[in-house]
């Protein structure tokens, strides 16, 4: 099983799995980074069924929902169906489905490190940024739980705060920030009595 028919497999059950994971408090400290606009146009890059977006709307923002797994889309879909203002699209990391210099604000949660290629898609999400445009990437700090590769096909146990830094400026982002959420992201084994609790950054950058 790879990681797109894992989470077509979860789906249905992904907002119960989510919140044993982390809070509400994650998607606010991300949100609150962008110093958002009402009316403006965000994209949320790995959107699943929609934890990052459910902010946005509540912020009076346009979404574009990015996702590889169309059953992820699809329960948010049930959600959200009643807004106008979520537009749905299936692409991939590497291959984002909206024209350069588009959006005023790219968010991306837990979704980095589920990725093949995570410089690639910070440069993927800097492309769509308008100038001026803002970034805003929350994952977990590098870890050593290996449970999670395994169990939730993570491509990645987290990452070092320092090259995610870096891959920012790479991407041609200014104003660079990665700071701590103060707040952990908890999982348990399902195949044994291991569990992990990792610490989350959020990180902030401005498009040129």
């Not at 959107?47 to 977006?53: P, S, V, Y």
């Not at 329960?75 to 291959?95: A, C, L, P, Q, T």
């Not at 005023?104 to 445009?133: C, S, T, W």
């Not at 990645?156 to 982002?173: N, P, S, T, Y």
Request: glycine share 6%; charged share 30%; aromatic share 10%.
């Amino acid at each position: 099983m790879n990681s797109e028919e894992y989470f077509d497999k979860v789906a249905s059950q992904w907002d119960q799995l989510r919140e044993s994971f982390f809070s509400d408090k994650v998607r606010k400290v991300a949100v609150a980074k962008a110093t958002i606009l009402p009316g403006k146009l965000a994209a949320d890059i790995g959107a699943g069924t929609g934890f990052i977006t459910e902010e946005l709307i509540q912020n009076r923002l346009k979404v574009i929902a990015i996702d590889r797994s169309e059953a992820m889309l699809e329960e948010m879909k049930k959600k959200f169906g009643g807004f106008d203002s979520v537009e749905y699209r299936i692409g991939e990391f590497n291959n984002l489905p909206i024209q350069n210099e588009t959006v005023d604000y790219v968010f991306a949660n837990m979704y980095l490190h589920h990725v093949d290629l995570p410089q690639v898609a910070i440069d993927e999400m800097a492309r769509i940024l308008k100038p001026g445009g803002k970034l805003v990437i929350t994952d977990m700090d590098e870890h050593e739980f290996e449970f999670l590769r395994k169990e939730q096909h993570d491509r990645w146990l987290g990452f070092k705060r320092e090259d995610i830094e870096l891959w920012f400026k790479q991407a041609g982002l200014k104003n660079v920030k990665v700071d701590c959420v103060d707040e952990e992201c908890c999982a348990d084994s399902a195949e044994s009595e291991e569990s992990g609790n990792v610490s989350l950054f959020v990180a902030y950058g401005e498009k040129s």
